[in-house]
């Protein structure tokens, strides 16, 4: 029986592996010799030698990476995490103090020297390496927690802290970050800030725009926005802080925040569904937010195709008897053991009596847990163990959510490069959609055997079209960064994007954060 | 026993009665001549015959007030709720589309004449009611709701919608709006928005900073900005939503808004505590987080002048045996009562036993339930029934939240106004303190036999630099207003309050909307 958080210990080990970097950053190509329309913009003022004299007396010897003989070091923090963007940054800078940080931009800015902010560098758009040879200023070194109360569940903590040790820095004390993602073993608060991150139980614990409080902020010019509130209440004036969240390093670099943390669940279920139709998927979601309310707390969505490849990737056995078109995972959190089990055996009961759920298991212990869990946390993983991958992460309203992946299926298989049924002789071997359905959240990904432009240019801006089409956003939880930069006017009206090009010249007027991303400036 | 959302429909009727305005508007005196410092900004334009022909084209005869020989129903919309200010505007308008919105707007703007937005005009700090000469921008007639989906929850209404309309719009669906508040039944959605309201259940619906999901803006040169997005993911750009939340109508006018709601909860369960000590109140704060964990839906506190006065003015006994220094009435929302009720019942045992509680019972039937919600929302009326009533809402962090109101108990006996065992000798009458503890809101209530300036002066700023002593917020849930823009300084640093400045002459450079407010420009 699965009493306590035991898996919720469970899962941070399966997370809490730093992830290796699949790929040696030397054969990586430079992102401006991939992309040879880039123009590295003139009016930034290229590195010299009394800059980096200028950055060694506001951080000392060791804060700082540069002039290095081997540039492997520097290639860690230039490459991204997926071995597809490169940058040719000279100068990677470790502040230990938010004055720090300050004196570095304010210098930046007068000079007219351009800044990548990076924190845990586990992003998957290319929004933190360099393009060119822009400064790198790593939130690595930004590592305390400043304080917590037990009583409000308010932690207030450095932007380099990184998510996982925030978990264990709350843990004793009852309490948990309100975000979970794959990267939290080495991610940083700030950057998943920066980037608003989502993850796997928004569902339950609301956006970091409704979590976070309070925010500390170097704007581009040095000045320090201190805005480190920790009341749930308060409206003195406009809500600041919010403009940063998921700004992407692009207005200030974040340096500080106050967060509202929820307590640790005692109790976690977990169960897992086989449905015939993607209708029966929209009715199970509708009636177990009805019966579980409360203690609902993930409902994780996997086509068939994703289930079985990771099942054979994983060399699982099948965990129901048959095969079926599409699985659901619901997880509880609650205080009360019996009740939640209690619950959540009446909504299975009903979801099978009337027939939305053709069969469905609720796990009786940890391993099983983790063993479903494990499905729907590897799909990425399996999917990219294939061949090479284009990984898809949007937002489409339920009603379209599969719809989408059939429209894909269905370009991909009229150009000829898609035989569903004939995979071996395909030069697309899978097409598989999975997600957080109660997000909307759809991962979509594609594999082929070889990187090929014909099938990129398939899929973009197709994809997008088809997302823009059902009023979705072409970025649900990954941000913009450099690779959806020009694909913004898919999910935003020309007005909404002159607006935010208004306000990224108001704070930023020598465009120093950040360059060549998240806008089309 | 209490099954079912019965208490909700209790308290729906309770708050549904339109609070009748208790003074005659023609009494209030003009804030102009009351506030003898005031200027009337000269480059304003004075509305003119041509200016309201203009108006009538937009919106025909019966779209708007203006002209009229009587000037009682134009005093409903200069004269503010608590009948504290009254602005002399001439002309109210009353668009019933986003275009007549955008229409009468842009005009405003073109000819700078200012313009107060006004939803159900229930604010409290005089933000909705203009100052001198002010056009009236009316969002009563934008009153549809454009959509539900009954999967997500996701509501999209326009901002005249009445909050208590959309809670009965959404019953039968099996939803509830996330905010409640005292004022539901005659507030607007858009001013609820504009003001960011928190209320009752913050704690367990997290703020519309959180909940809502896309908003529809006309800003001051009329640009119509569409971002009506129903999405829970969407990370494409700036938030620039959450700028206008809470921003009390001084950079857009909000038109439409999508708001995430949660299901209706079938169970409810109150329970009321006495406590000896602010410490133990604070105890039992975070044993009641712990074991009511996911269905504790509001903690509200009580001192014994708030909870005596309140009794007396009921002509109700007391609900427990003796007279204790402090209450919280807790309240659970769940999907199962029994659970509930068991979940309940073992904390106030654990409560009792441990001492914290001194006394204690949970409401055992719906009569019951109503009575102890009764006593705490009666208490602004109980102490305005008394006298000359100072009300104050501001946010401090819970080690500091009772020595706030000991420090201005203590200031005013020091004066002589207040002696606290001799009220019928004293001036000041009461001094009482209570609110929502989980967010703490501290509401704080000064009640003297007549109106002076003596007190006035000794409340202000004093309450404002004790709550910037303690790091709180000059205003938790009403915002700034008129009464408050000159005090922002005690919660926001002059960074912060350039950075607002500058936001405001980007947003609206003529400063057409809502002046003399919100910030000292």
């Known amino acids: 029986m699965i009493k306590l958080n035991s898996i919720l210990k469970i899962r941070q080990k399966l997370v809490n592996t730093p992830l290796i970097k699949q790929y040696s950053s030397k054969t990586v190509p430079l992102t401006r010799e991939r992309y040879s329309y880039l123009k590295r913009n003139p009016s930034y003022k290229a590195l010299e030698d009394h800059d980096i004299t200028h950055f060694k007396g506001i951080l000392g010897e060791n804060g700082?990476?540069?002039?290095?003989?081997?540039?492997?070091?520097?290639?860690?923090?230039?490459?991204?995490?997926?071995?597809?963007?490169?940058?040719?940054?000279?100068?990677?800078?470790?502040?230990?103090?938010?004055?720090?940080?300050?004196?570095i931009?304010?210098?930046?800015?007068?000079?007219?020297?351009?800044?990548?902010?990076?924190?845990?560098?586990?992003?998957?758009?290319?929004?933190?390496?360099?393009?060119?040879?822009?400064?790198?200023?790593?939130?690595?070194?930004?590592?305390?927690?400043?304080?917590?109360?037990?009583?409000?569940?308010?932690?207030?903590?450095?932007?380099?802290?990184?998510?996982?040790?925030?978990?264990?820095?709350?843990?004793?004390?009852?309490?948990?970050?309100?975000?979970?993602?794959?990267?939290?073993?080495?991610?940083?608060?700030?950057?998943?800030?920066?980037?608003?991150?989502?993850?796997?139980?928004?569902?339950?614990?609301?956006?970091?725009?409704?979590?976070?409080?309070?925010?500390?902020?170097?704007?581009?010019?040095?000045?320090?926005?201190?805005?480190?509130?920790?009341?749930?209440?308060?409206n003195t004036g406009y809500d600041l802080k919010q403009l940063f969240i998921g700004s992407e390093g692009t207005l200030g670099i974040i340096t500080a925040a106050s967060i509202l943390t929820p307590k640790t669940p005692k109790s976690v279920n977990v169960a897992l569904l086989a449905v015939n139709s993607f209708e029966d998927v929209q009715k199970i979601y509708k009636l177990a937010k009805n019966e579980l309310l409360e203690i609902l707390s993930a409902i994780e969505f996997m086509d068939s195709s994703s289930f079985t490849t990771t099942l054979s990737y994983l060399n699982q056995s099948k965990p129901l008897s048959e095969s079926h078109p599409f699985y659901v995972l619901i997880e509880t959190q609650g205080s009360n053991f019996d009740h939640d089990q209690e619950k959540l055996a009446i909504s299975l009961e009903k979801l099978l009596d009337s027939g939305l759920a053709k069969d469905g298991l609720i796990a009786q212990?940890?391993?099983?847990?983790?063993?479903?869990?494990?499905?729907?946390?590897?799909?990425?993983?399996?999917?990219?163990?294939?061949?090479?991958?284009?990984?898809?992460?949007?937002?489409?309203?339920?009603?379209?959510?599969?719809?989408?992946?059939?429209?894909?299926?269905?370009?991909?298989?009229?150009?000829?490069?898609?035989?569903?049924?004939?995979?071996?002789?395909s030069a697309i071997q899978l097409v598989c959609g999975y997600g957080h359905l109660g997000d909307c959240n759809l991962h979509l990904n594609i594999v082929s055997k070889e990187t090929s432009d014909q099938i990129t240019s398939l899929l973009e801006p197709f994809i997008f079209e088809v997302v823009q089409k059902f009023n979705g956003s072409i970025s649900a939880e990954h941000g913009l960064g450099f690779h959806k930069a020009k694909f913004i006017q898919y999910s935003k009206s020309d007005t909404m994007i002159e607006l935010m090009k208004m306000l990224k010249l108001q704070f930023d007027p020598n465009q120093i954060l950040n360059p060549y991303k998240y806008l089309p400036m």
């Open 64 to 103: 700082m990476l540069s002039n290095l003989k081997d540039s492997s070091e520097l290639d860690l923090y230039n490459t991204d995490w997926y071995g597809v963007y490169k940058g040719s940054s000279n100068c990677i800078l470790f502040p230990n103090s938010t004055q720090q940080v300050s004196d």
């Open 105 to 234: 931009l304010k210098y930046c800015n007068d000079k007219k020297l351009a800044v990548v902010p990076q924190g845990g560098n586990t992003g998957l758009v290319g929004g933190s390496v360099p393009v060119f040879d822009e400064v790198i200023l790593s939130t690595t070194k930004l590592n305390k927690v400043r304080s917590f109360d037990s009583v409000s569940g308010v932690i207030v903590a450095d932007a380099g802290c990184i998510l996982e040790q925030l978990n264990q820095y709350l843990e004793p004390e009852g309490y948990m970050m309100p975000l979970d993602l794959g990267a939290k073993g080495t991610c940083q608060i700030g950057g998943n800030l920066a980037t608003n991150a989502g993850g796997l139980r928004l569902l339950r614990y609301g956006s970091l725009h409704g979590t976070t409080l309070g925010l500390e902020v170097v704007l581009p010019d040095g000045t320090i926005l201190d805005n480190l509130s920790t009341l749930r209440k308060d």
């Open 365 to 425: 212990d940890e391993a099983q847990s983790q063993k479903i869990w494990n499905i729907r946390e590897s799909i990425q993983m399996a999917t990219q163990h294939l061949g090479k991958c284009y990984s898809y992460d949007v937002s489409i309203p339920l009603p379209h959510f599969y719809e989408a992946v059939e429209l894909i299926k269905n370009i991909l298989s009229k150009s000829g490069y898609y035989k569903e049924l004939d995979p071996n002789n």
